[in-house]
């Protein structure tokens, strides 16, 4: 019997799953679901995905806020998510700013690539969900289709202009959820 395919979406975190803010979000306190967006993840789950964060937290390499703080937040959506059965397998973040010149800071693909390897799934086969041009870029760099939704920064980023060839527009990541699953039942 050949074994179930490993499926997941990966999603950038501010402005897909909670309401962004150019003052970074550094507290539990600011970390509020944007509407829809946790049971969007919860249908997800139902269909059989996984659902991986994959978040630039640069605020940490400025010394904003720090990782307990970031893990109290992350324990928030945890918790949210869970109240509408939904499950966030994992977080992964970059914490260094853009001078770190690190592998994992998107528009780099390196923490795309972390998480296709740990979960051994092959990027064709894993959308990856954004509001910035760079969660594109990351996503088209390692071979993920592109997915903009027009929350958060979703609506300057269209706007902008230049996105990675192929990437499909939604309104949020209930929109997301809704069309996305719906195609892959075509
Ligand atoms: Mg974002
Ligand atoms: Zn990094």
């Not at 799953?17 to 150019?22: E, G």
């Not at 977080?91 to 296709?116: E, S, W, Y």
């Not at 870029?137 to 993920?144: D, R, T």
């Amino acid at each position: 019997m050949p074994a179930s395919p490993r499926k997941v979406v990966i999603l950038d975190r501010d402005g897909v799953i909670n309401v962004d803010s150019d003052g970074f979000i550094k507290s539990p306190d600011e970390w509020v679901a944007l509407p829809g967006s946790l049971e969007a993840i919860a249908r997800l789950n139902q269909a059989g995905y996984r659902v991986v964060v994959a978040t630039n937290q640069s605020g940490i390499g400025r010394g904003l806020f720090d990782m307990s703080a970031l893990n109290a937040m992350h324990e928030k959506m945890h918790r949210l998510a869970a109240t509408v059965g939904g499950r966030i397998d994992a977080v992964f973040f970059c914490p260094h700013t853009a001078n770190d010149q690190c592998d994992c800071r998107k528009p780099k693909p390196g923490m795309l690539r972390m998480i296709t390897e740990r979960f051994e799934v092959e990027a064709q086969h894993t959308p990856v969900v954004g509001d910035a041009l760079r969660d594109l870029q990351a996503a088209a760099a390692l071979g993920c289709p592109p997915h903009l939704v027009l929350s958060g920064k979703g609506r300057q980023t269209q706007a902008a202009g230049e996105l990675p060839p192929g990437t499909q527009i939604h309104d949020d990541l209930r929109a997301f959820a809704l069309d996305f699953l719906a195609e892959e039942h075509e």
